[in-house]
């Protein structure tokens, strides 16, 4: 893959068709890492996944709100409402508790109105801390497959318990804010 030259837009590119198939963006961060690399593995999931994200915010602003609510479900008022108080707080949180699915979530955003720079910005910081995790997954398995002895099984360990974590205090966050 690193040697043909238009790998890269092509795997940068396929982040938002499979965002609207809800393919797992872990899966292909995984895969650009394996292939490419930790650096541009991870920078080109980055540009694919920002890609993505405005794809599906532009989607909810042309989407009929019916359509929306059929899609989000009865809960669509009270997304909207910590949508709005909370800006890129709240993106952020979103995009760590994929709940509802990244395409979704973005089309929510979208049709709510969520200004642009606010989600731009919750979606880069949330996307920071999976980015990660799967980086050292990915140059780990790479690790794995060219030398299996130089594997740190405490750096993938750690980065399970780190992301877990982080997940943890980020949903704690997000049921306080629906509850108010």
Avoid: N
């Avoid at 590119?13 to 393919?23: G, Y």
């Avoid at 809960?75 to 699915?101: Q, Y």
């Amino acid at each position: 893959m690193r040697q043909t030259a238009w790998a890269p837009v092509a795997l940068v590119l396929a982040f938002t068709p499979a965002a609207f198939l809800l393919f797992p963006r872990p899966l292909l961060t995984l895969f650009a890492v394996v292939a490419f690399g930790t650096w541009l593995g991870v920078t080109y999931s980055a540009a694919g996944i920002l890609g993505a994200a405005l794809a599906t915010y532009y989607a909810g602003r042309l989407v009929r709100r019916e359509t929306l609510v059929r899609l989000a479900g009865k809960e669509l008022a009270e997304a909207d409402k910590v949508l709005r108080r909370h800006g890129v707080l709240s993106i952020f949180a979103t995009s760590m508790v994929p709940l509802p699915p990244f395409a979704v979530q973005g089309m929510i955003a979208g049709a709510v109105r969520i200004r642009l720079w606010d989600y731009t910005i919750g979606t880069v910081l949330g996307m920071l801390p999976g980015l990660l995790a799967v980086s050292l997954f990915g140059d780990q398995i790479t690790t794995a497959l060219e030398d299996p002895a130089r594997v740190s099984y405490w750096i993938v360990g750690g980065a399970v318990v780190a992301l877990a974590v982080f997940i943890c205090i980020v949903r704690r966050w997000a049921s306080k804010q629906q509850s108010m």
